[in-house]
């Protein structure tokens, strides 16, 4: 039987499923977040967690938490660095994955999150935090977005996390979540892989602020196991990150 | 602290914000400062929005729970309550940039940033040569803070500095800035310190001045005292929306108490044990016998 989930829950399992075994991945906090502990919690129990703060964490936090900085994300955890430690071991090239969300999206998988004038008028979005260098530096990203027309943009107004450009040193984007669908970035070009259950191609074209490829018998995203939900209901028990009405981005 | 100080804050990142010391930088009107730092949960909006801020030199300003920071978007938007001048950075230059002022060095090398427009015509960032053969770089210039204000769970009176949990980049700010101020949970004796040099992440002749100052990071968390409490940031976060909300909330919070013990009676004893860590998980003793 299959419970009724959320989108988001859904947009969980999707990010954990791109963890694999032993990898070492810059987590990252919301979706993501719960996402490692899923998939730690299921096919990738030697994964290992890179916080920006300097944690790092073979396990999930024992109890909910709002920021990576909170207590329960000390607790047990391998190691507390520094901001410049765990930073270090990505240019170095040790990390496997690194998960990142913008505001704004093009087709080369650049990310926004500093500025942008797509409504108009001037808009001061927070800025790069660790997105920048995660895009930069890790050996793949994956990245989660809002799907929604203004978002997805034929080019961005300001590239604060880079996608794919000539002489990138490694990595890139190599998988899009967003709220409906599945998406492959490693062509440089966005296209769809799975579509989440009652999203229709068409309906993905309106979304999207550009061409993408899509067939019309693309499949569906899996949905959650109720093991999966289970995980995810009790690591986010009120729906805080998981509900309707949460941002993901 | 004064006019036109250049202030590394909110270094550990999501938790140890010295909240404390932000509010009374704000009652005492200390005007044109900079602000450095990676993220800034909260702090940076609240300063800005407050006009004591000329210049952010940050990775990330607004509130990590809700998203935007009004107060900030106000600020760069359209001029309120002043012009502000942003440096934009990632997380990473931010921290090489402290670095190379804490190591004494003019700038350090980095991989990170390239193909995306932080980096492009910034002040502080420009393309260098790796004398040895290898692809090119871009070195990150020395940012060297007047002042760095750091929160830890304890101090002696020297200044010598236990924190434990995340560091962010709390060492290196330290270690960069002209003055270091060290607030704490609690002052102890010196023979406390001395049983585990290795969690003395600032050593004392490199602090100012040392404040006891219990629950000075709320309401961000600190590891062994305080959990986060959330709720004001989710509340600041929607009042902050407008410029009315903002300054409503700036007299009951800050304006209106006079210190930090004040705000802690203001949000009352049952809130304040409700965040309490009250449980005890102690680390395994390390032997330094000689």
């Not at chain 1, 949905?223 to 309707?244: H, M, N, V």
């Not at chain 2, 015509?121 to 210039?141: E, K, Q, T, W």
Request: hydrophobic share 40%; proline share 6%.
């Amino acid at each position: 039987m299959i419970a009724t989930y959320t989108r988001r829950e859904l947009m969980v399992v999707a990010a954990a499923r791109e963890i694999r075994d032993g990898e070492v991945v810059f987590v990252g906090m919301r979706l993501p977040l719960l996402g490692f502990g899923l998939a730690k919690a299921t096919h990738a129990p030697n994964a290992v967690g890179l916080f920006e703060n300097g944690v790092i964490r073979d396990r999930p936090a024992e109890a909910f938490i709002y920021t990576m900085g909170d207590p329960p994300n000390i607790a047990g955890a391998v190691a507390c660095l520094g901001l410049n430690d765990v930073m270090s071991l990505l240019q170095q090239g040790r990390v496997d994955l690194g998960f990142i969300g913008g505001a704004e999206i093009d087709p080369l998988g650049n990310l926004n999150t500093t500025r942008t004038s797509a409504s108009g008028s001037l808009v001061r979005l927070p800025g790069s935090g660790g997105g920048g260098d995660i895009a930069s530096l890790a050996g793949r990203t994956v990245l989660i977005m809002e799907h929604e027309p203004r978002r997805f943009r034929e080019r961005v107004d300001y590239i604060t996390s880079p996608g794919h450009f000539q002489g990138r040193r490694r990595g890139g984007p190599a998988t899009l979540i967003t709220t409906l669908g599945v998406f492959d970035l490693t062509g440089g070009r966005v296209r769809a892989v799975t579509l989440h259950p009652g999203t229709t191609p068409e309906q993905v074209r309106q979304a999207t602020g550009f061409p993408l490829a899509i067939d019309e018998s693309i499949p569906a995203t899996a949905p959650p196991s109720t093991d999966e939900l289970a995980y995810i209901r009790k690591a986010d028990p009120d729906g805080f990150w998981t509900g309707d009405t949460m941002k993901a981005g | 602290m004064h006019e036109g100080d250049a202030v590394a804050l909110g270094l550990a990142l999501e938790s140890g914000i010295p909240f404390a010391a932000v509010h009374e930088i704000i009652r005492q009107q200390r005007r044109d400062l900079t602000l450095i730092g990676p993220i800034s949960d909260m702090a940076f909006d609240q300063l800005i929005a407050a006009g004591t801020v000329a210049k952010v030199i940050a990775a990330w300003v607004g509130n990590v729970a809700g998203g935007s920071g009004y107060g900030f978007r106000r600020a760069y938007e359209q001029g309120i309550p002043r012009r502000i001048v942003m440096e934009d950075h990632s997380n990473f230059t931010v921290g090489l940039a402290l670095k190379a002022a804490a190591m004494g060095l003019p700038y350090l090398p980095t991989f990170t940033g390239i193909g995306g427009d932080i980096v492009r015509g910034h002040p502080r960032i420009r393309p260098v040569d790796d004398p040895f053969g290898g692809p090119s770089l871009l070195a990150v210039a020395a940012l060297k803070p007047d002042v760095a204000i750091i929160h830890v769970q304890r101090a002696d009176v020297q200044g010598n500095a236990h924190l434990w949990g995340n560091l962010g980049l709390t060492v290196e700010a330290a270690y960069a800035a002209r003055r270091t101020i060290v607030t704490c949970e609690e002052i102890v004796p010196e023979e406390v310190i001395r049983s585990d040099p290795n969690r003395t992440v600032i050593p004392g002749f490199l602090v100012t001045a040392v404040v006891e100052e219990p629950g000075g990071a709320l309401p961000s968390s600190v590891q062994g005292f305080w959990r986060r409490d959330f709720e004001p940031f989710l509340r600041y976060h929607q009042v902050s929306r407008t410029l009315d909300g903002f300054q409503e909330w700036l007299r009951e919070w800050v304006l209106d108490l006079p210190d930090r013990q004040a705000y802690l009676r203001h949000m009352g004893d049952a809130a304040a044990e409700r965040l309490r860590i009250h449980d005890r998980r102690l680390a395994a003793a390390a032997n330094f016998a000689p």
